[in-house]
């Protein structure tokens, strides 16, 4: 089975990031479009962030950007 899209936060249970987990489903043969999700605003972090390519919404989320913003990715 296969997600159409992944809603992923950034930040997981110790060191793991949401990236990491994107990053893995690639590498697994899933590619369904990604959006991460992060409250996160320290500038090293958001960097990381840029370097990933995948949308960044930003904490708190209005459920009508956050359904913009996956429909958006699944039409890319």
Same mark, same amino acid.
């Given at each position: 089975?296969?997600?159409?899209?992944i809603?992923?936060?950034?930040?997981l249970? &110790?060191?793991? $990031?949401?990236? *990491?987990? /994107?990053?893995?489903?690639?590498?697994? &043969?899933?590619?369904? =479009?990604?959006?991460? /999700?992060?409250?996160?605003?320290? =500038?090293?972090?958001? @960097? *990381?962030? /840029? *370097? $990933?390519?995948?949308? /960044?919404?930003?904490? =708190?989320? @209005?459920?009508?950007?956050?359904?913009?913003?996956?429909?958006?990715?699944?039409?890319?």
């Amino acid at each position: 089975l296969r997600p159409d899209a992944i809603v992923v936060d950034y930040r997981l249970r &110790g060191e793991l $990031t949401g990236a *990491q987990v /994107v990053e893995a489903l690639r590498a697994a &043969g899933c590619s369904a =479009p990604a959006v991460i /999700v992060t409250g996160d605003a320290a =500038p090293d972090r958001l @960097q *990381q962030l /840029v *370097q $990933t390519g995948l949308p /960044v919404l930003h904490k =708190p989320v @209005q459920g009508e950007r956050l359904i913009a913003t996956v429909l958006e990715a699944i039409d890319a």
